[in-house]
């Protein structure tokens, strides 16, 4: 029979991520209840989850592609903008959703132990799913405008995965902090409003003057958009500017880790 | 082999209580630029250097009054919050039925929230699904197994949430205070399980207020009071050990009793029971009309918006009824900084017995005084019926009715 101690001392990153593999069928079970219970009595049902995303796209599209007239080169700016909503989406969902899970949890936290980081873990199916739907609509705009596409776009899925994991990233630190400190429920939504205009979604980030380059790459979002559109429509590369975002990218996940392992062992005393 | 199932050696978990205020953020970055630090925080030991150790196969019943640590004890061991100092080894898994139905989701059916219920409690799927028909046999709701569960009614979920931590399999069981949800039907088939288990040889640590509960279950006993191992052994000697400590302490003058929480702005000082000739009397009769007096005085210049609680309880530590101004007429706005609160029962519908009043006074939404068994109070045979006649012990309350031949 195995034995278990239990002391003061907390656990380790590496204990923590090898629970998470101990608990696996929990977290496929956490995740699954999520999409389950997501659009439950709602009338519409599943179809949320496309009408959602549409109306984004018809909004971001009627403002810098009609009014704003942004010029995305030979791309129509509908493609343009779905195309930069395939990652910022996803990295939405996961942000909001992940952010608030361990407050929404917190009765659950103060009566079972399980390894808390399943709570925003599992939220990833969710953001998966939004995803999906929101690269299908791209796969469709680009073969109705006949978009010359190349090999690159099999790179596509990567820059989701990064967006996924910025999205787990910004989810850990919010959710960690709100557990002592409910403010930062409400930063997420902040976040969220302020990224989508920070983000190069609706026009291309050479927009950007020169000198501001260095401090728009900050936002890792920015990086992970561009060089998603670098994928799929074989552009140029958005430059090394890019790569200070994929640096802060580590930097945010690595940190998000280390923090919401630390505070994990206070959670149900604050819950 | 190891013939102890869990051992825990030295263990304390230190709470730090502070104000609302002292957890928010502005409060936090402002005492960053301060010079002085200020610290709202006020240390409490919810468990104080316990050692314990359990053999294999043990029923152990942990009593104690209400804050005493009993369920503080049973979050560390099941790993849900961890100690401050000490240490907890066990052997082989350990499950926690802790609060019936936690984890439960209203959306969705009885057979999904099995598996999660049981993949929370840290089963793997397929353990779950070796026992499942057992669980849905043992819920009785096998007709309602694919229907979301905010349909169901109180006690087909308290049914079915048992039914799937009473059926998993670890080798320690952790039970808190289950018994009092459900009806008497179902709790008798709830003991009668969790017997069944203890005999299959696991290891149970059982919890109850429920004092013929843990004389019919367990094997042994600790007692636990205020944060410390006061006694452990025999069930019959650590019942007993506890009750009379419950009617030392409520012996002891209320002015000088230092086992009480809440801020203290407003203090209670004395507790006292009259009877209808208005004379102070210990002993009370069944049916009679009975004043509690209770002098207070407050720090304060003004007090407003008081609360005052009385709970009254059996010597098992079950709730009989509550007396709450908020309730029965309103808050009462504002009090004189020093004064006495009188709450008076027409005709007392407590069986004869002996009774533990619990105090708690909130001024403003906090507490501000909070003292189990502030008073014990011992009823005798009385007129509650015209016939003078009573029903036998523990038939709960009395109550005002009327037979007629139609």
């Given amino acids: 029979m195995n034995k278990t101690v239990i002391t003061a001392e907390k656990r380790t990153l590496v204990e923590t991520l090898r629970s998470i593999y101990q608990y696996k069928d929990l977290f496929r079970m956490l995740a699954w209840r999520d999409i389950q219970v997501r659009y439950a009595q709602t009338y519409l049902g599943l179809a949320w989850a496309i009408i959602n995303p549409l109306f984004t796209l018809l909004v971001l599209t009627f403002v810098f592609g009609v009014v704003s ?203 | 082999m190891d013939p102890y199932a869990i051992r825990i050696s030295n263990l304390s978990k230190r709470y730090l209580l502070g104000t609302e205020k002292s957890d928010s953020l502005y409060y936090t970055l402002a005492n960053l630029f301060r010079r002085k630090k200020q610290s709202n925080h006020r240390a409490f030991y919810a468990l104080n250097d316990v050692s314990l150790d359990i053999r294999k196969g043990e029923v152990l019943g942990v009593i104690g009054p209400n804050g005493a640590g009993k369920s503080t004890l049973l979050k560390l061991i099941s790993g849900i919050t961890y100690p401050t100092a000490g240490r907890i080894e066990y052997q082989g898994r350990l499950l926690s039925l802790l609060e019936v139905g936690t984890g439960f989701h209203p959306d969705l059916t009885g057979k999904d929230n099995i598996y999660l219920n049981g993949a929370l409690l840290g089963m793997r799927k397929a353990e779950i699904k070796s026992s499942f028909d057992q669980i849905v046999d043992f819920s009785g709701v096998e007709d309602f197994i694919n229907t979301p569960v905010k349909y169901y009614s109180s006690g087909m979920y308290v049914r079915l949430a048992f039914a799937v931590a009473a059926h998993l399999r670890g080798e320690i069981l952790i039970i808190d205070e289950i018994l009092a949800v459900g009806d008497l039907e179902f709790q008798k088939k709830c003991l009668g399980r969790i017997e069944e288990v203890g005999k299959s040889g696991r290891t149970i640590l059982f919890v109850s207020h429920n004092i013929s509960a843990i004389r019919h279950l367990c094997t042994q006993c600790v007692v636990i009071d205020k944060g410390q191992k006061v006694f452990q052994g025999g069930v019959q000697e650590s019942i007993a050990h506890y009750l009379d400590t419950q009617l030392n302490i409520s012996g002891s003058k209320l002015a000088d009793r230092t086992d009480r929480s809440g801020n203290q702005q407003i203090r209670c000082t004395d507790i006292s029971v009259y009877n209808r000739a208005d004379q102070a009397c210990q002993i009370v009769e069944a049916g009679a009309s009975v004043t509690i007096r209770l002098q207070y005085q407050s720090q304060q210049p003004t007090v407003r918006n008081v609360i005052v609680r009385l709970e009254f309880r059996d010597q098992y530590g079950q709730y009989a009824f509550v007396c709450n101004n908020r309730l029965s007429q309103g808050i009462f706005k504002n009090i004189p900084t020093k004064g006495t609160l009188s709450c008076t029962l027409p005709k007392l519908p407590l069986n004869k017995g002996l009774y533990y009043i619990d105090l708690i006074l909130r001024v403003d939404g906090e507490d501000s005084d909070v003292v189990s068994n502030a008073y014990s109070l011992q009823v005798t045979d009385g007129y509650f019926y015209q016939t003078g006649l009573l029903p036998i012990a523990n038939r709960g309350l009395l109550v005002d009715h009327q037979w007629r031949i139609e």
């Fill in chain 1, 69 to 271: 007239k942004v010029d995305t080169a030979e791309i129509p700016h509908v493609v343009f903008t779905i195309a930069g909503m395939c990652c910022w989406v996803p990295f939405a969902t996961l942000t909001n959703e992940s952010g608030k899970a361990i407050v929404a949890a917190k009765v659950i936290i103060s009566k079972i132990y399980f390894p808390r980081i399943l709570i925003p873990l599992s939220k990833i199916l969710l953001s998966l799913v939004d995803a999906a739907i929101v690269f299908f609509f791209l796969l469709c705009l680009l073969l109705f405008h006949q978009v010359p596409i190349s090999y690159a776009l099999l790179l596509a899925p990567l820059f989701i995965f990064c967006a996924l994991a910025c999205g787990l990233a910004t989810g850990l630190w919010v959710s960690a902090l709100s557990v002592r400190f409910r403010d930062f429920i409400h930063i997420s939504p902040i976040i969220l409003r302020i990224g989508i205009f920070l983000t190069p979604i609706a026009y291309p980030a050479a927009k950007i003057p020169q000198a501001f380059l260095p401090f728009y790459f900050l936002n890792p979002m920015a990086g992970i958009t561009e060089a998603f559109r670098w994928a799929v429509f074989g552009s140029e590369w958005p430059g090394n500017h890019a790569f200070l975002s994929f640096a802060i990218l580590i930097l945010l996940f690595w940190s998000g880790l280390r923090y919401f392992n630390k505070v994990e062992s206070e959670m149900a005393d604050y819950s």
